[in-house]
């Protein structure tokens, strides 16, 4: 059974396929996705408050190294599927790093199936958004320093310090951090008068942000056609074995059902807003567009339509 | 009242350069700069800017010729080959010339 609030992405998707001039303002995206990421990390923090944070050390350590990996993996799989050096390591990048709101969905969808998860799960989706970002710069400096024979590799290289500002402090990290630590430092009761903004409205915000993102991935889809069926394998293929990477994990570090799931797809997961931004920076002769086309055409509608149901499957069967 | 002419540069380009390029104009020597954001398409294709990582911006800069065509000839060589670029010079005339 699909949840509720996928049909408003189909919606959006359908909306731009029709060629409606339904459009969201561009300030009312901007918010909607501070609130997600805001809301996210507030739930988290809460349950946070309740328990050793010193206790989630190892899972956090998981977490960062499941991202670094994924792009290394990934990188001569891509390869083999033709792709040049650095639009493989830029696209593998973008696996490496997650989806937020691939993350919400699940969360959305166990909460459906009454399934409960580590609720500290928004600290697993901050510390998985740079090490992939890192790994795949790294990947397209060796592919374009093994092309050239031992040259310069990329041309004026990378300014890391720069790079790395923007990923932490960026607006997706910064926020979810800060909304767990505030849920973390109120608690319970010191939430409480705010709840009613962040907690309860929450999945009517996202179905709204849905709608909107049914409409820049219905965008994307007319350029599947553009890249042929290499970018359709990846889109659709790479998600379900990513998952069983980072449902293994999960089944290693003890996690419950739920939190089996959500490692599932954090791993199956693609970034389509930090890691896109950080490639054209640090990465400029990747294609842009390829990465964007199968992180947000394909990879994006595969798993928050399929890929979720499969991966809580396989939790259940796992944890 | 008296017009002085100075050059008005104009660069449209992608969003993620915004921060490069305002440290490459003043290191160049321009005073001041507008950042914009837009869309449109060019002969790369539609830029809608219909999330973050679509977003256009068009840069300008008031300032003096060889100041304009050092910043222009810097951009094209560093950005050129990678990214949507669109330069171009308007002549303009301004009062107060000493602010540009």
Known sequence: MIDVVVFFFLLGVLARLVKSDLRLPEALYETLSIYLLLAIGLKGGIELSKQPVAALAPQVLACVALGFVIPFVLYPVLRVLKLAGVDAAALAAHYGSVSVVTFAVATAALAREGIAHESHAALWVAVMEAPGLVAGILLARWSTRSAQGGGAGLRGGVRWGELLHD????????????????????????????????????????????????????????????????????????????????????????????????????????????????????????????????????????????????????????? | MTKHPKTLLTIVTEAVLEKALVRDVRERGAQGWIVSEVHGAGREGVREGAWEADRTIELKVICDAPVADAIGEYVLATYASNYSVAIWFSEVAVLRPERY
């Open chain 1, 167 to 319: 990923v932490l402090f960026g607006k997706s990290v910064l926020l979810l951090l800060g909304g767990l630590a505030i849920g973390a430092l109120a608690g319970e009761v010191g939430t409480a008068p705010i709840r009613a903004v962040f907690i309860d409205p929450f999945k009517g915000v996202l179905a709204l942000f849905l709608l909107e993102l049914g409409l820049v991935a219905g965008a994307r889809l007319a350029e599947v056609r553009r890249f042929g069926a290499a970018v359709l394998v990846v889109g659709v293929g790479v998600p379900p074995l990513l998952a069983l990477a980072g449902a293994f994990t999960g089944a290693a570090l003890g996690l419950s059902v739920g939190g089996v799931a959500l490692l599932a797809t954090l791993a199956a997961s693609a970034s389509y807003i930090a890691a896109p931004t950080a490639m054209r920076i640090a990465v400029p002769q990747a294609n842009a567009a390829l990465s964007i086309t199968a992180a947000l055409g394909i990879t994006f509608p595969f798993n928050i339509v399929i890929g979720i149901p499969l991966y809580i499957e396989l939790a259940r069967r796992l944890a």
